[in-house]
């Protein structure tokens, strides 16, 4: 099946710890997105990737870095430098094609929590 | 930083009732409006989208009416069931710019009692 694939599902960091979320896709989409949930607040942007090895800050990216060294992937690393990290992390492609089409499909989520 | 503000934060409705969810964009420059349906614990998922070349787009018991000259969009869930009970976002994008990333609403909590 195509699709997304988040690892872990539950995710614990301790206090300074830098951690790795992976996401992959197998639907040959050029774009590849991180967003967080908090409660009330929506998704909120922090990295995209339009094309492999090149990458963005979206609105929230302090705390975070991410590479894209291959189409399929594009892993987000939550640095000790995030003093918030407890959330929920969603990662996204999407493609354009024709019609133009941005549709974004997302994976299951990694919930992340600071103890 | 552009934004898509969503209202309202939380709706109960009755079964078979109308569950109306309003959103207001401020970019003219937004071409694409989706709207995302979210399970507790699941990643969201598209439910209907529509561009400003029309007013309104309807897919089964869910439709979008949009307002061009107002800058705002609607999801009206029509027949609303206990299985909807889920959180609504809209977003918004310009999409014949490629793969601009979605701005999306805070959400709106929807729950269809029996």
């Known amino acids: 099946d195509g699709g997304i694939t988040q690892s872990p599902k539950y995710l614990f960091r301790k206090e300074g710890q830098n951690v790795t979320l992976s996401c992959e896709q197998n639907l040959n989409h050029d774009a590849m997105y991180w967003y967080r949930q908090d409660p009330g607040q929506g998704l909120r942007l922090i990295y995209y990737s339009q094309i492999v090895n090149d990458f963005q800050k979206g609105d929230i990216a302090e705390g975070y870095s991410v590479s894209r060294e291959k189409k399929e992937s594009f892993p987000l690393t939550v640095t000790s430098a995030q003093k918030n990290p407890t959330a929920f992390y969603l990662c996204a492609s999407s493609t354009t094609g024709e019609p133009h089409h941005t549709e974004a499909f997302f994976g299951q989520g990694t919930r992340l929590t600071v103890v | 930083q552009q934004q898509v503000k969503q209202s309202p934060q939380s709706l109960i409705v009755q079964k078979g009732g109308i569950s109306i969810i309003n959103c207001a964009y401020e970019?003219?420059?937004?071409?694409?409006f989706p709207w995302y349906q979210q399970f507790p614990g699941k990643g969201p998922a598209l439910l209907i989208a529509?561009?400003?070349?029309?007013s309104e787009k309807k897919e089964g018991r869910f439709t979008i009416s949009f307002n061009k000259s107002a800058k705002q969009f609607s999801l009206h869930i029509m027949d609303s069931q206990p299985g909807d009970s889920a959180t609504y976002f809209c977003a918004a994008t310009y999409e014949n710019s490629g793969n601009t990333p979605l701005v999306f609403g805070k959400g709106t909590r929807l729950s269809v009692i029996a």
């Open positions: 529509i561009r400003p070349d029309v």
């Open positions: 970019n003219t420059a937004f071409d694409y």
